[in-house]
């Protein structure tokens, strides 16, 4: 792998854009492509070209159907977890879903509740919800939960989130709560995207502790990505 | 910025930028239940530390031996391993799949 490829691809994952390798096994040869470019050395036929590029959407890696020893490596951007509020629950589910291979963002404009010593290691932002999700980008490969308790945090996050490509939307509260917070996003005009809130948030797995009830988020989270609601 | 292949690249970069060799290692092709999916990286270096995984780890030291020998020679490699393979015996792949590993140099 050239030098110029190797810093493509790792500025490509930093920047959440989808680019895709195409190698000759034979004796490695490599051409980078997106939507627009191709770099490299490596020539394809328009047949080829067309077939990496749907690697760009779909995220599979494959060897080319049309050509022998020709392998495309799409390389996605990763998922990502946008917690709103930085609440128990938040400190064990970022760690896991760090360590669940998700970038993790956790939003929280009260600085006591997001700080370094809570969250260590952990990226934060002391923004409000609306400036941070406007900035950090609502895209299909993200996922967002709100769990602040706080209708001035959550509910601007899900009147973002709702209308965007998001690809869960999952909001902690009873269901007296959630009934209230419906209210509000239906005067607010978003009746029609209202089922896309996951509420009561998390697979229903019994548990109690913000460590369990994290893990009942994270998992739901996880299984939507794959049921590729989004898509 | 925190799945496996993301840090992967960044470490390529750093050992680079320290003037270490590295080669990079890739799953090409996965016949039967084969652990690891197409596309899934193994990064070494010179040292033969290694971030990333291209099965459950049943085949990483072969490959990271033929990463040694992709760094020297600066030649790229393909490598197979399978139940009925004598080397992947030894090395234990007996979850009954067989994979195509590309062995690169990193410039």
Known sequence: MKRAALARIAE???????????????????????????????????????????LLSSGRSMPLAGADGLFARAYVPSPRLLIVGAVHIAQALSRMAEAAGFEVVVIDPRGAFASAERFPGIQLTDEWPDEALARLGLDGATALVALSHDPKLDDPALELALPSKVFYIGALGSRRTHEKRLERLRAAGLEALLGRIHSPIGLDLGGRSPAEIAVAILAEVIQVRYQGEYR | ?????????????????????????????????????????????????????????????????????VMASGRPQLLEF??????????????????????????
């Open chain 1, 12 to 54: 490509a994952q930093r920047r959440r854009f989808p680019l895709v390798a195409v190698t000759r096994l034979e004796d490695g040869v490599q051409c980078l492509l997106d939507a627009e470019t191709v770099d490299g050395e490596l020539l394809l036929s328009p047949a080829q070209l067309t077939e990496a590029r749907s």
């Open chain 2, 1 to 69: 910025m925190h799945s496996d292949t993301d840090s992967l690249f960044e470490t390529l970069q750093q050992w680079r930028a320290a003037g270490k060799s590295a080669a990079l290692a890739t799953v090409v092709s996965t016949w039967g239940s084969s652990p690891r999916p197409e596309g899934s990286h193994l990064a070494v270096d010179e040292a033969g530390h290694f971030v990333g995984s291209v099965s459950g780890g049943c085949i990483e030291g072969a490959v990271i031996d033929a990463a040694a020998e």
């Open chain 2, 82 to 107: 399978g139940v009925s393979d004598e080397q992947a015996w030894q090395v234990g792949l007996a979850c009954g799949g067989r994979v195509q590993v590309f062995v690169e140099p990193v410039e």
